[in-house]
Nanobody, 128 residues
Framework: QGQPVESGGDSVQAGGSLRLSCAAS????????MAWFRQAPGKEREGVAA????????YYADSVQGRFTISRDSAKNTLYLQMNSLKPEDTATYYC?????????????????????WGQGTQVVVSS
């Protein structure tokens, strides 16, 4: 199984959009939790959005709700994060993470210790 590989990070103006991609050969017929985390300079890593491949539910941090959309293309083994109306506070390194199987409950989707596979990150810089 390969590690996730993120791409799509860039520098944009506030109000702009970016789409991050995460390619991973970990995708199989098994069900996975897939998530995007981010870490801003000097801050702890935080969960941004998650999706369970065995269902249709998606989960978002309050700070990105309504602006970001997580999705996946199973045929391409790729996870996406569409980011609209970007703000300077969205500046961070964004990581793709995954775990096979269930979480104890959906409320812990943003707890990074539950994820086994991590990418190296892609940087997003939003200027005002």
């Amino acid at each position: 199984q390969g590690q996730p590989v993120e791409s799509g990070g860039d520098s944009v103006q506030a109000g702009g959009s970016l789409r991050l991609s995460c390619a991973a050969s970990i995708y199989t017929s098994s069900s996975y939790w897939m998530a995007w985390f981010r870490q801003a300079p000097g801050k702890e890593r935080e969960g941004v959005a998650a999706i369970y491949t065995g269902g249709r539910s998606t989960y978002y941090a309050d700070s990105v709700q309504g602006r970001f959309t997580i999705s996946r293309d199973s045929a391409k083994n790729t996870l996406y994060l569409q980011m609209n109306s970007l703000k300077p506070e969205d500046t961070a390194t964004y990581y793709c993470a995954a775990r096979q199987g269930f979480l104890p409950n959906s409320t812990v989707w943003a707890v990074e210790s539950y994820y086994y596979y991590w990418g190296q990150g892609t940087q997003v810089v939003v200027s005002s």
